[in-house]
């Protein structure tokens, strides 16, 4: 069976891993002349590698480290200390650091610890997150019609608990604040990651992304036979009168016949080439309901060294809202003699919430990076910026907002050759690098076993 995957991002490489392994036939047609999607990253004039975010391995992303393990790279990657890190005023840090204790003990105990929430946090925070740790998968779904803040009082936790601890994690899950996101997504981590002790470890790649985990996956893929093209964005379908595909056509007006079509475009880009004789589904419809969020990330190259923190950290009432020294997470880039790298620091900066930003000028938006730089690494006062990258994304991940998630698809669409893989789509995850992944599992699975039965037995869903 032959297969065309359109968007070489992790849902799009995480099918492809599937199928090639199958033994069927894969095409990948990316865009871009990067791989990676929202993972990409690529090599700029001075060899810098430029990321379009900072992406981290969780523990919890057990479908994703399965697809690195399978293509030989679970390696590239380095377990961090099991602690959020809140970067404070004037080189002071504020720790959540989990006891060594069977889950949830371990997250209890450890908030008791924390040293920037009061007592009484603690405890709203005890009773509050009960519901959300004893809930099943129904139970989040049916509260996706409040936001999380909604979700937050309404089971008597405190408002500085939300703030000081949550909104960070808001602002880094969905790049959007806590009275906007909806309770759903937020809930379903405490569960995850709140019930499974290894699930809430910082993994950083050793290099990057792109050189880690992108990379492996498409020699990976080629070494199976299949086949990926850059530089090949896809312009339409051309259908048969039962309004099944044809073929794709690309922008340059190449026409690609397959077996089966699957989209790993980003939702936004899906609405695009959806033909109008599919609307009459309300599967296609719904795909309007959706909207990014804007997010921009920004690099920052110093002279110097102005932390030592070895970790993913968290920042409130700053521009950025989580980061890291990747001069020191990612032990095999940005060292000293690659690019512009001095051996100073290398900060990796996620800006969020960025809807304000999207029209700034970069220069605008570096300036206001670095006042907050100044106020939160008082070393960094006296360090020079050798270099600085911003890249803009004004639609991201999908935004999750309350009511949207019923509007999730499946990966089968009412076009028996048709396919949806992506964050976005329907899997117990959220918008992210594992819903990505598993979406590329799901989305295989479900093909195979609608087009090409006799293979599905084989199928390594585990």
Known sequence: MKVAIFGAGVAGLSAAIEL??????????EKRKVLGGKVSVWKDTDGDSVESGLHIVFGGYTQLQEYLRRIGAADNYLWKDHALIYAESDGRQSFFRKANLPSPWAEVVGGLQADFLTMWD????????YPALAGNEEYFRSQDHMTYAEWHHLHGASE??????????????????PNVISARPMITIFKYFGTDYAATKFGFFRKNPGDSMIEPMRQYIQSKGGRIFIDAPLSRFELNEDQTIRCAVLRDGHKIEADAYISALPVHNVKKVIPNEWLRHDYFRNLHEFVGSPVANCQLWFDRKITDTDNLMFSQGTVFATFADVSITCPEDFQAGMGSASGGSVMSLVLAPAHQLMDLPNEVIISMVMKDIHDRFPKSRDAKLLKSTLVKIPQSVYKAVPDVDKFRPDQISPVRNFFLAGDYTYQRYLASMEGAALSGRQVAEKLITKLAPATAATLNLS
């Open 20 to 29: 090639v392994e199958r033994g069927h036939t894969v095409e990948i047609y």
């Open 160 to 177: 500085n608990s939300l703030q000081k601890l949550w909104r960070a994690i808001a602002l880094a899950m969905n790049f959007i604040e």
């Open 122 to 129: 603690k405890i709203s925070l005890i009773k509050g997150l």
